[in-house]
């Protein structure tokens, strides 16, 4: 009987053994942050197709977009011009799904390639092996719903990416490095080879950017996120540990999702400082969810804003939000509509004057960060308007607070009179912005 080796038709690199030597070994946990070209997706389709022959189960590969799962990785072909999925071998395949990207193996083991736009599609799973590819770029909420299904089914995941700022990818990376269950490896084209200084200096002198060259070829986490609205304005910023005030009000800043995600920020004005404490977001849920969510924190409520669009009326029951919410116990406040771009605008003259709660507001950070302009993959250029993802929730309830917060009548008067109260350095509200 004819045997057949698994990985098949594979060799891997000497930089990429200590990657798959960790995981043969039993490590669950790793992630790689591997500059571009270093063959992250060839060795991780190799590593899963290992994985699926070990034990029988479901195993997904992740990527940021449905569209770059079936670019990169189910169409994919690499240099050599050997297709990607040929790594699994065609007689061990029971049945292939090219509408879904799924392969059904003999074993029954099942294999598919998903995008993470819309992370709660994936809830109900139950697999036992994932790959994220391109972390930095996927929505972070995937591996909190993820996370829990593999710690019960004693499953594995590896993260690969190359840098986009500091975003959640960088704080996992951070986390693993010290952590002695997980493998953490940062390779630069310095530790490979594969890219040599004399093809960058000849690409440098073709004019790439910079910031591209030290984060995509040196994995470097500093520069700005690749078409990025606020990561320069971001930088100014405070960002640490913050602990609201009991008797200053706590306003709430709301972008109201229907079939999308709402998001909701919790902010208190001292000063010139606006310090943003916390921070709320769930898809799925109705106001009434959120309402009971706001009165489970400890804080004593001011005001609460909401764009103007929370005063249309529902087809169901023919009442406006703002009227269901009223009969909850809020009156909202409603946000002046301006152009997206004065919004833009506003948010990055507001930033400079914020603080952030680093761990509660984690995610508004990375949605902030990671806002950013449209892609037009023909041209190869950004748009001029923004790209609809996950961090879009975060970044409209932020562009609602830099717009309506310079709207709020007598402002500077109450902070003044609060900041009486405390010890907190008062600082000259005339020029704020």
């Known amino acids: 009987m004819h045997k057949l080796r698994i990985p098949y038709k594979y060799k891997p690199r000497d930089y990429q053994l200590p990657l798959l030597k960790a995981m043969d070994s039993g490590t669950k946990r790793a992630i790689c942050i591997w500059h571009r070209r270093a063959g992250k997706d060839k060795t991780l389709i190799n590593l899963i197709a290992k994985k699926i022959f070990e034990r029988k189960g479901v195993y997904y590969y992740f990527f ?32 292939k799904n090219d509408q879904e990207m799924k392969l059904i193996f003999k074993n029954g083991s099942i294999f598919q390639c998903l995008g993470t736009e819309n992370p709660h599609a994936i809830r109900g799973t139950n697999p036992i092996g994932c790959i994220f590819s391109e972390y930095a770029y996927q929505n972070p909420q995937i591996w909190e719903i993820i996370s829990p299904i593999l710690l019960e089914n004693n499953g594995w995941a590896v993260f690969n990416t190359t840098p986009n700022g500091k975003n959640h990818a960088y704080r996992l990376y951070k986390m693993a490095k010290k952590n ?21 200096e000849k690409e440098q002198k073709e004019g790439l950017d910079q910031d591209f060259i030290q984060r995509d070829y040196f994995c470097s986490f500093e520069g700005s996120t690749k078409g990025s609205y606020y990561s320069k304005e971001l930088k100014k910023a405070f960002i640490g540990k913050i602990k609201a005030e009991k008797e200053i009000p706590v306003d709430t800043w709301w972008d109201l999702g229907m079939s999308d995600s709402t998001a909701i920020i919790f ?37 609460h804003y909401a764009p103007h669009d929370i005063k249309v009326r529902e087809l169901g029951s023919g009442k406006s939000r703002i009227e269901i919410a009223r009969n909850l116990g809020i009156n909202f406040q409603i946000i002046k509509n301006i152009p997206l771009i004065d ?10 004057f914020c603080a952030f709660d680093e761990k509660k507001c984690a995610r508004l950070l990375d949605a902030l960060d990671n806002y950013k302009k449209a892609f037009n993959e023909k041209t190869k250029e950004f748009q001029s308007y923004p790209l609809h993802d996950w961090s879009s929730h975060g970044a409209d309830a932020f562009r609602y607070l830099a717009v309506g917060h310079k709207e709020k009548e007598g402002i500077n008067k109450r902070i003044i009179a609060e900041n009486k109260l405390y010890s907190r350095k008062i600082y000259d509200t005339k020029n704020a912005y």
């Open 343 to 352: 919004g833009i605008n506003a948010v990055r003259k507001i930033l400079p």
């Open 267 to 303: 902010t208190q004005n001292i000063g010139k400082k606006i310090y943003i404490i916390d921070y709320l977001e769930a898809s799925g849920e109705g106001l009434e969810f959120y309402i009971n969510e706001l009165r489970k924190k400890p804080y004593k409520y001011g005001f």
């Open 64 to 95: 940021p977009t449905y569209t770059q799962a079936r670019k990169i990785l189910w169409d994919g072909i690499d240099k050599d011009g050997f297709a990607l999925l040929n790594h699994f071998p065609k007689k061990l395949i029971k049945k």
């Open 180 to 200: 002695p269950d997980w493998f953490a490896e940062k390779l630069t084209i310095e530790n490979t080879g594969v890219i040599t200084k004399k093809m960058l």
